[in-house]
């Protein structure tokens, strides 16, 4: 088991020493995403004008999802994986590891963990320096069972976010090309994910349809968890359910495709 759990560890520590290379890309786009929170502000300042809150939430409220929202994306959205293990597909790197005792899937989501270590700690920085701005458009809840509940849900969070992207990248054994998977499905994680818009203001069927998509899952649920929008504690249980059943759905079909897709594959050479 030990010498298993160093495998990964090592892969980790690569991830680790890689993301630290490229963390000014990360505070470049940590700055940027301020610039757009921004927009956000300004945006949804003017939506309440003349009203008490949106959706029964204030305008703090919703400002404090959207910087919840940011956070949570440095920390465990998948940035290029599906890219990256596309490139492997197509250029053959992936064959050193198909005679090594090595779990492709392992490997890449040690890597994955430790550059979303690393980007998510860096956009600390650009909030650090825009919250003399932000401070009186923020207010968290103050009991600490929401880090308890939110953790877990952050935690598959990040699985769901990667799982998907992984699945996108062994398509590459079938399309020569996924971009336009990607962006379909990037269009539907910002539409149904809450990205555009906190989610519990759809429509009472539209919200019911979204609970059971896994986009739900990839970020909205957690921050409305860690920002008070979700609070009743059987809904909460009731959400891990599915969100678990979505990573282990997920799961399953990588391996299907893993298995697939190397029926496929011709390693040719050294």
């Known amino acids: 088991m030990f010498p298993t759990f160093d495998k990964y560890r090592q892969s980790f520590l690569i991830g ?16 940027f995403s301020v610039f757009h929170l921004a927009a956000v502000v300004i945006l949804w300042s003017a939506a309440s004008v003349g009203s008490s809150g949106i959706g029964g939430f204030s305008l703090s409220q919703t400002i404090t999802y959207f910087v919840t929202l940011l956070v ?11 890219y990256q293990i596309s490139e492997e597909i197509r250029n053959g790197l992936i064959n050193q590891f198909l005679l ?4 492709y899937f392992l490997y890449r989501f040690s890597i994955f963990a430790a550059a979303r270590m690393v980007s998510g700690l860096i956009i600390f920085i650009p909030l650090l320096i825009a919250l003399p701005f932000l401070k009186d458009y923020l207010t968290f809840p103050t009991d600490y069972h929401v880090l ?13 976010q990667f799982s998907i992207a992984y ?14 998977f990607v962006i379909l499905s990037m269009a539907l994680e910002t539409l ?6 906190p989610l519990d203001l759809l429509p009472t069927w ?40 979505w990573v282990v759905a997920l799961l399953l079909i990588n391996q299907l495709l893993w298995t697939r897709g190397l029926r496929r594959h011709t390693a040719v050479g050294g």
């Open 16 to 31: 680790l020493q890689s993301g630290l290379v490229y963390r000014v890309n990360f505070a470049v786009r940590g700055c």
């Open 72 to 82: 949570l994306q440095f920390f465990i959205s998948a940035f290029n994986e599906d």
């Open 100 to 103: 090594k005792p090595i779990n």
């Open 148 to 160: 308890l509940y939110g953790l877990p849900a952050m935690a598959m969070s990040a699985v769901i």
């Open 167 to 180: 699945c996108f990248g062994l398509l590459t054994f079938w399309f020569l090309e996924i971009q336009g």
């Open 192 to 197: 149904l994910g809450g990205q555009m818009f």
């Open 206 to 245: 539209a919200y019911s349809i979204a609970k059971c998509l896994p986009f739900y899952y990839q970020m909205y649920f957690p921050a409305a968890i860690f920002t008070g929008r979700l609070t009743d504690v059987t809904a909460i249980f009731q959400g891990y359910a599915l969100q678990a059943s």
